[in-house]
């Protein structure tokens, strides 16, 4: 997630808000239409039983189920407080990064029942997550005002841990396939980092994985080859980046401002969330 305000001013400043990205063929078509979501369109996650969620769909608080094209409906209204931010799927149950609620939500999806809270004082606010095969849960937690932010880890006790503080501010976050690697992004100072994961969970090896001159970044997820998939916020384009940081190819979207993604069971196509429109875009990862 991005502040509409921060994200403004941040592509003024470079003096590249709106460029000719608009203007060009897209790579994608809308799979839910604009306007069905919120700009608070987040998440996405393909469910256990291989429909798409995302959050904010009709209305905010909500979570949103994707059956197929232009078919979706309130899954989901959260307590009042919480909005939803980042999902994910581990194990049956659904994560949620509720950043209004300052509290990640634990989810039976058959029930559709909290079944945990779990609350830090000391976390501004959570806003996207990753998880490591054993349960083990990965948070960014950007201060926005401060353009500051931590990286959290919580066991699967609930148990938080404070990996990193006086960070950039923590955005997309994400673990490679084999749960060796965390990718962690910087969206005001524009920067990827890439972590070594310990096999208690901790973090080390710090480096830097890219960086740019010019607009934010949001979510990100990898395939099963270990590509990662960055969204580029204002800049209206999705990167494939291989491990190493090489692009390996450039999405265009329709719109500019795309939060997060997700990629389908198949790892054939990819499904975007798109702030200022409200909408889901898709493309296919294999090119044509």
């Known amino acids: 997630m991005i502040k509409t305000t921060l994200a403004l001013a941040l592509l003024l ?3 590249s808000l709106y460029t000719t990205a608009s203007t060009k063929n897209p790579d994608t078509r809308d799979w839910m239409p604009e306007g069905s979501f919120t700009d608070g369109v987040e998440g996405p996650a393909i469910g256990p039983d291989g429909n798409l969620y995302a959050v904010n769909f009709s209305h905010q608080g909500t979570i949103g189920k994707i059956s197929a094209k232009k078919a979706g409906e309130v899954w989901l209204q959260l307590p009042e407080g919480s909005t939803g931010n980042s999902l994910r799927f581990h194990n049956n149950r659904l994560y949620v990064a509720d950043y209004t609620g300052h509290n990640i939500l634990v989810i ?15 976390m501004h606010q959570p806003n996207d997550i990753a998880i490591a095969d054993n349960g083990t849960l990965y948070a960014s937690d950007p201060d926005w005002n401060n353009n500051s932010g931590q990286l959290w880890r919580v066991s699967p006790e609930g148990i938080f841990t404070l990996l990193e503080k006086d960070m950039g501010t923590t ?3 994400e673990l490679s396939p084999d749960g060796k690697k965390l990718y962690l992004n910087e969206s005001v100072q ?8 310990l096999d208690n969970g901790d973090v080390t090896n ?10 934010g970044l949001d979510g990100m997820q990898t395939d ?8 580029r916020y204002g800049a209206g384009v999705v990167l494939k980046v291989s491990p190493a940081g090489k692009i390996l190819r ?17 790892g054939q196509s990819a499904f975007v969330t798109m702030q200022k429109r409200g909408a889901i875009e898709r493309f296919q990862i294999s090119e044509k």
């Open 224 to 231: 099963s080859t270990g590509n990662l998939y960055i969204t």
């Open 108 to 122: 039976d999806p058959d029930s559709r029942k909290i079944q945990r809270t779990l609350h830090n004082p000391q």
């Open 13 to 15: 400043a470079t003096g």
């Open 171 to 173: 955005n997309g976050i």
């Open 250 to 266: 450039t999405i265009q979207l329709k719109g500019q401002h795309p939060t997060n993604i997700a990629l389908s069971a198949d």
């Open 190 to 197: 524009r920067r990827v980092w890439v972590y070594d994961v």
């Open 206 to 215: 710090k480096k830097l994985l890219m960086a740019f001159e010019d607009f």
